[in-house]
Nanobody
Framework: QVQVVETGGGFVQAGGSLRLSCTASGRTVSNYAMGWFRQAPGKEREYVAA????????YYLDSVKGRFTISRDNAKSTVYLQTESLKSEDTAVYHC????????????????WGQGTQVTVSS
């Protein structure tokens, strides 16, 4: 199975940006679709972005379209989530996850999860 570790979270003012990284180990990361999810206190988990094995397909939550960009570097076994124009409502713990699904997959297709990285956006 694959293990994933997220880094790059932090505290930022509204309008700022952060780049989250997700490094995978254990199996060849190019065999997995990769996704970013987030969960704020008292709220349901949201499927924020995903990228297919080759990077040819991507998915974005409507509220982050045009502000977040997911990318991957399979040679470095790393997936990135570049976040721009951050808003207070983006505050959450961001989790990276891997799926063996061919394509992007539904949230239920993601079985390998990291511990998460906190993103806090102050207004």
């Amino acid at each position: 199975q694959v293990q994933v570790v997220e880094t790059g979270g932090g505290f930022v003012q509204a309008g700022g940006s952060l780049r989250l990284s997700c490094t995978a180990s254990g199996r060849t990361v190019s065999n997995y679709a990769m996704g970013w999810f987030r969960q704020a206190p008292g709220k349901e988990r949201e499927y924020v972005a995903a990228i297919s094995r080759s990077g040819g397909w991507t998915y974005y939550l409507d509220s982050v379209k045009g502000r977040f960009t997911i990318s991957r570097d399979n040679a470095k076994s790393t997936v990135y989530l570049q976040t721009e124009s951050l808003k207070s409502e983006d505050t959450a713990v961001y989790h990276c996850a891997a799926s063996a699904y061919i394509g992007l997959g539904l949230p239920s297709d993601y079985h390998y999860w990291g511990q998460g990285t906190q993103v806090t956006v102050s207004s």
